[in-house]
Antibody, heavy 120, light 106 residues
Framework: QVQLQASGPGLVKPSGTLSLTCAVS?????????WTWVRQPPGKGLEWIGQ???????NYNPSLKGRVVISVDRSNNQFSLRLNSVTAADTAVYYC?????????????WGLGTLVTVSS | SYELTQPPSVSVSPGQTASITCSGD??????ACWYQQKSGLSPVLVVY???KRPSGIPERFSGSNSGNTATLTISGTQAMDEADYYC?????????FGGGTRLTVL
């Protein structure tokens, strides 16, 4: 069974950098699948942040491009998110998920989500 | 940028059929996915490739996709189906989510 667990600071100061790591078990980060981050501000809908392939190839939400970097750590079977210059609008529950990438594409396994609050 | 539009809310009586729509330009030419999210929990995939159901998802969940509209249909809706539902599609190298629909079973 594939499991994902996000971890990182729950509080980030405005203008600072949000950093999260997602540990993957039950699948290799080097498989044919992609790995993605999604966020959900309190009381609002889902927003896709970006995804990465183990080769390092990335796709990012255009609305966040320039502030976001997703990277992969093959040795530890995990991937990470960095979001720069954060504001209160970046306060959200952040989810990591696996993107099944085959004859179809979809987010089949999700982590539990971690709340990150941007506040001084 | 590509957009997907969902109704904010849908209500249904127990045992009846609920239909949740998702509209986007030529959405029928893409694969749509649907996710169910219950309060405080992570989203769960209920339909992928527009019409397919993952293992473990009840048969009462089904999907269709044609023209500009994808539809999630829940037949014989149960109280446990009350949740937020999100459609999703892949367009030009980006994933796009709809704004979500709150399904109320009353």
């Amino acid at each position: 069974q594939v499991q994902l667990q996000a971890s990182g600071p729950g509080l980030v100061k405005p203008s600072g950098t949000l950093s999260l790591t997602c540990a993957v078990s039950g699948d290799s980060i080097s498989s044919s699948n992609r790995w993605t981050w999604v966020r959900q501000p309190p009381g609002k809908g889902l927003e896709w942040i970006g995804q990465i392939y183990h080769s390092g190839t990335t796709n990012y939400n255009p609305s966040l491009k320039g502030r976001v970097v997703i990277s992969v750590d093959r040795s530890n079977n995990q991937f990470s998110l960095r979001l720069n210059s954060v504001t209160a609008a970046d306060t959200a529950v952040y989810y990591c998920a696996r993107v099944f990438w085959g004859s179809a594409y979809y987010f089949d396994y999700w982590g539990l989500g971690t709340l990150v609050t941007v506040s001084s | 940028s590509y957009e997907l539009t969902q109704p904010p809310s849908v209500s249904v009586s127990p045992g009846q059929t609920a239909s949740i729509t998702c509209s986007g330009d030529k959405l029928g030419d893409k694969f749509a996915c649907w996710y169910q999210q219950k309060s405080g929990l992570s989203p769960v995939l209920v339909v992928y490739q527009s019409t397919k159901r993952p293992s473990g998802i009840p048969e009462r969940f089904s999907g269709s996709n044609s023209g500009n509209t994808a539809t999630l249909t829940i037949s014989g809706t149960q109280a446990m189906d009350e949740a937020d539902y999100y459609c999703q599609a892949w367009d030009s190298g980006n994933w796009v989510f709809g704004g979500g629909t709150r399904l109320t079973v009353l």
